[in-house]
């Protein structure tokens, strides 16, 4: 099965300095490629996401590439603001079979972003 | 609120009882999931669900734990005999699968039962 890992556990910033957590994974099946925020004591929310037949995408300062080759994939944060500090989540998943869309997530360990204004 | 909702927020139980939860996706989500969240670490996935069939289940799923989805709406998750080592955060997640879409539909998860087993 998929295994996904994650780096840094922990990651300390300025606001404004630009922040990148990084995953690998295992399974070269794996095609979709979800980055979750989940703030203390909330739900985890998508805030990006990115397919293989794509290498890179940005929504405004919050950046993913895709390295198939090597399996990796980076998160970046650019202007990092003290609203940005939570844990951070990388997942990966396959397309099932019969043309249906994705089933379970595996996730990464997760990386505790911290800015200090 | 028309998200994903899960109830009770919170349970403490003692070892050896069984509990239930329960989870109320979005409305036209098809699909349901389950996982678990232990502090520290990701979520783990446990089951899913497409309508009412039950499509997958983990290994970590022991025969102690079962899910339904009767009508394919709302789920049910059970544990029974509870041990210690069940204590974590469960979360229902649900999506909208469409056949063959070149979409990939994205998860949105519900706040989580958290669990405490004495």
């Known amino acids: 099965g998929e295994n996904v890992e994650q780096h840094p556990s922990t990651l300390s910033v300025q606001e404004g300095d630009s922040a990148v957590i990084k995953c690998t994974y295992s399974d070269s099946a794996s095609n979709y490629f979800p980055w979750y925020k989940q703030e203390l004591g909330k739900r985890p929310q998508l805030i990006i996401d990115?397919?293989?037949?794509?290498g890179e995408k940005k929504d405004q300062r919050i950046a993913v590439t895709l390295n198939k080759t090597a399996k990796h994939f980076s998160l970046h944060i650019t202007e990092t603001q003290p609203e940005d500090s939570a844990v951070y989540f990388c997942?990966?998943?396959?397309?099932?079979?019969?043309?249906?869309?994705?089933?379970?997530?595996?996730f990464g360990q997760g990386t505790i972003l911290t800015v200090h204004p | 609120d028309t998200g994903v909702s899960q109830d009770p927020r919170h349970k403490i139980t003692k070892r050896g009882q069984n509990v239930t939860f329960r989870c109320d996706p979005i409305s036209e989500h098809n699909r349901l999931y389950w996982y678990r969240q232990t502090l520290g670490q990701g979520p783990e996935f446990l089951t899913y669900?497409?309508?009412?069939?039950?499509?997958?289940k983990s290994r970590l799923l022991s025969d102690r734990f079962s899910a339904e989805r009767p009508k394919g709406s709302f789920s049910t998750l059970e544990i029974q005999r509870t041990e210690q080592g069940d204590s974590a955060m469960y979360l229902c997640?649900?999506?909208?699968?469409?056949?063959?879409?070149?979409?990939?539909?994205?998860?949105?998860f519900g706040p989580g039962t958290r669990l405490t087993v004495l």
């Open positions: 990115i397919r293989s037949n794509v």
């Open positions: 669900f497409q309508n009412e069939a039950q499509l997958e």
């Open positions: 997640a649900s999506s909208l699968e469409i056949v063959w879409s070149s979409s990939y539909n994205e998860q949105f």
């Open positions: 997942a990966a998943t396959p397309r099932g079979a019969g043309g249906t869309s994705y089933g379970k997530l595996t």
